[in-house]
């Protein structure tokens, strides 16, 4: 099963009807800066999707920093897109792949099934010297029934079981890099450290070149998983964790679900412990 596709497959598709396509640059630092990107050019006929403002539900004392969005409100933005059940859907990003696996996972929660992301992102696409435009495409409408797969997601009543019993299935990875893995550095959450028990596969480790790495290599990443236990993914606020995710499922590892609220929810109760060093 693919879950990318290259720029030479889109360049070649541009008109295809039954082909989307989503711009989902964003900068974490510079949270209009996707859009501004955007309106400045962009893949002929995507339409722009937010991490904020479409991927995300508003931030509330629970829930993590990115939330994930209402799907009556999701679907809303997608049937506007001209997306339904039978189309191809192509999401790009600047390259880094974080943010078009973020709508890649959505999509797919969704039900659908013909949702990729494109390797090397726009970055790859100016390189090539392949075409651009400002023009903001019409919105069109469209019909979306939803199949949710609700194996796909990971609640925090689930993963707080895994600590409150010790238990060692399913595995927790935690995407973030290193260093806030082990608790020595965090710029963001309200502590430093890890969900007791998780185990640290960078979610970064898993591209190369703006590119995700082949099954191959993702399997060799996750050498010692068994690919029948089951998997729960989180990073700090359930974005990182997508790429990591999509690895996971290029790897071959079927029963692999992600913990969206990821550490910035857990932590969001004082109650819960937190680790730190390696496990």
């Not at 435009?133 to 689930?158: C, D, N, R």
Request: glycine share 8%; aromatic share 12%.
């Amino acid at each position: 099963m693919n879950f990318v596709v290259n720029k030479e497959w889109l360049v070649e598709n541009l008109n295809n009807k039954d082909v989307k396509i989503v711009d989902c640059r964003f900068a974490l630092g510079d949270p209009e800066e996707g859009e501004r990107l955007y309106r400045e050019n962009h893949i002929p006929g995507a339409f722009y999707f937010d991490l904020e403002k479409h991927l995300s539900a508003p931030v509330s004392e629970h829930g993590g920093r990115h939330p994930l969005p209402k799907i009556e409100r999701f679907i809303l933005e997608i049937v506007k897109a001209g997306i339904d059940n039978t189309k191809t859907v192509i999401a790009y990003d600047g390259g880094e792949g974080q943010f078009a696996s973020r709508f890649w996972w959505l999509l797919a929660y969704l039900g659908h099934e013909k949702v990729y992301v494109l390797n090397e992102g726009f970055r790859g696409w100016i390189k090539a010297d392949y075409p651009v435009t400002e023009e903001i495409p019409k919105g069109e409408s469209a019909s979306f029934h939803v199949h949710l797969q609700k194996e796909m997601l990971a609640t925090y009543e689930e993963v707080k079981e895994i600590v409150d019993s010790a238990k060692k299935s399913p595995v927790l990875i935690d995407s973030r890099d290193e260093a806030r893995y082990l608790g020595e550095f965090e710029p963001i959450d309200r502590v430093a450290g890890h969900i007791p028990g998780a185990i640290n596969k960078c979610w970064s480790d898993g591209l190369e070149e703006d590119s995700f790495k082949n099954s191959e290599e993702q399997k060799l990443r996750f050498a010692g998983l068994r690919q029948d236990e089951p998997i729960i993914v989180y990073c700090g606020s359930g974005v990182t964790a997508t790429p990591n995710y999509i690895a996971l499922k290029m790897a071959g590892y079927e029963q692999v679900k992600l913990y969206a609220g990821s550490y910035s929810d857990w932590v969001s109760y004082e109650e819960n412990p937190v680790a730190k060093g390696k496990e």
